[in-house]
């Protein structure tokens, strides 16, 4: 079965520029989770999104969006970006969402802003 | 801002040491659960506690989880080159949808 896969694996961006970061999860899981990882910072929870809604969501500016597909595929976008948006972004997916599963991450799509 | 709290942020053990990293919330957690992220990866899950007071080990990882569900702790014992990484703790708060992650402890390990 393979994993959770995040691609781009690197990006370079310029302030003010948007970008657009993918995320497959593992077949079968439906709910699909964003997190920012910043050294020192830990990861901060961006959003949840099952069954292509979003269930939950973290406390970052709007310039941060999401959707999820039919597949369960989801993306991330964060517009006008900020050299503070530097940062790792991890997904996560699970089964159903529900408090007892475990989640399985991506390697992640390291963003840099310059 | 952080909800739970995870100290200390650094670990630095001698090879054959024992440590231990905890993690604090101020409001009740439902279950608790700690993943392990190695230089360059990605958290990988390793446990998950949900009973008051319970007390999971695994080989050498000794997890447990506080009486009144607002702490947990890891203790390592006898580290290995293998434990080398950062370590980090979610906890899943009822009012708070998804679970929060602690800032992790990074743990080098010195042969």
């Known amino acids: 079965k393979a994993g959770v896969t995040q691609t781009p694996r690197y990006l370079i961006k310029t302030r003010g520029q948007q970008v657009t970061l993918s995320c497959s999860p593992i077949?079968?899981?439906?709910?699909v989770s964003w997190y920012q990882q910043t050294p020192g910072q830990g990861l901060q929870f961006l959003f949840e999104?099952?069954?292509?809604?979003?269930?939950n969501k973290g406390n970052f500016p709007g310039r941060f969006s999401g959707r999820q597909f039919s597949n369960s595929r989801s993306e991330m976008n964060v517009s006008t970006l900020e050299l503070g948006d530097s940062a790792l972004y991890l997904c996560?997916?699970?089964?159903?969402?529900?408090?007892?599963?475990?989640?399985?991450f991506g390697s992640g799509t390291q963003l840099s802003v310059l | 801002g952080q909800q739970v709290m995870q100290i200390p942020q650094y670990q630095h053990v001698q090879e054959g040491e024992d440590f231990t990293t905890y993690c604090n919330s101020s409001t009740t957690l439902s279950n608790i659960q700690w993943y392990k992220q190695r230089p360059g990866g990605h958290p990988v899950f390793l446990i998950q506690?949900?009973?008051?007071?319970e007390v999971k080990k695994q080989k050498r990882l000794t997890f447990q989880f506080g009486e009144a569900k607002k702490n947990s702790s890891l203790h390592i014992t006898a580290t290995q080159t293998t434990d080398v990484g950062t370590y980090f703790c979610a906890g899943q708060g009822d009012s708070w949808g998804k679970f929060q992650f602690g800032a992790g402890t990074q743990v080098v390990v010195t042969p």
């Open positions: 996560a997916s699970s089964s159903q969402g529900l408090t007892n599963e475990k989640l399985f």
């Open positions: 999104y099952f069954s292509e809604t979003q269930r």
């Open positions: 077949s079968g899981h439906r709910s």
């Open positions: 506690l949900v009973k008051s007071g």
